[in-house]
């Protein structure tokens, strides 16, 4: 097993819709990253 951060980042779909994304608009992890969903460092708590 490889050490280290892990390749994923899990997201609670309602912190998406809380979020303000509606139907249609893309989730990527730039958009994740603009709207604070996701700590781009990949460490700590990464949902808000």
Request: hydrophobic share 35%.
């Amino acid at each position: 097993m490889h050490v280290g951060l892990p390749k994923y980042v899990p997201v609670n779909l309602r912190d998406i819709a809380d979020a303000g994304f509606q139907e249609g608009d893309e989730v990527s992890l730039e958009s994740l990253k603009e709207r604070g969903l996701i700590n781009p460092s990949g460490r700590g708590d990464e949902v808000c």
